[in-house]
């Protein structure tokens, strides 16, 4: 399998199907839907009186929310190695 292959896998989120594509393998696909679909069971428990769209968009924001701590977290963790790598130079 060559990087550039498109791959196509059937997934349910939130009790919609949906065919994603893209050139990650299949098991990445699926683990990205269910990330986005736990997500949205979680704020569906929450919420439970939310429409569809409100949950996604919440969802979305509850995962950019995830996404800006692990950059945080990377940041730190290469200022560290920066200054330990000038103080071992």
Do not use: C, W
């Amino acid at each position: 399998m060559s990087r550039d292959e498109i791959h196509r896998v059937r997934v349910n989120i939130a009790g919609t199907e949906y065919t994603l594509r893209g050139r990650e393998k299949e098991q990445r696909l699926f683990d990205i839907a269910k990330m986005v679909n736990d997500t949205m069971q979680t704020v569906v428990q929450a919420n439970p009186n939310l429409d569809t769209k409100r949950v996604a968009v919440l969802a979305a924001l509850n995962l950019a929310e995830e996404l800006l701590k692990l950059r945080d977290q990377y940041d730190a963790l290469m200022e560290l190695l920066d200054e330990q790598t000038k103080t071992s130079s």
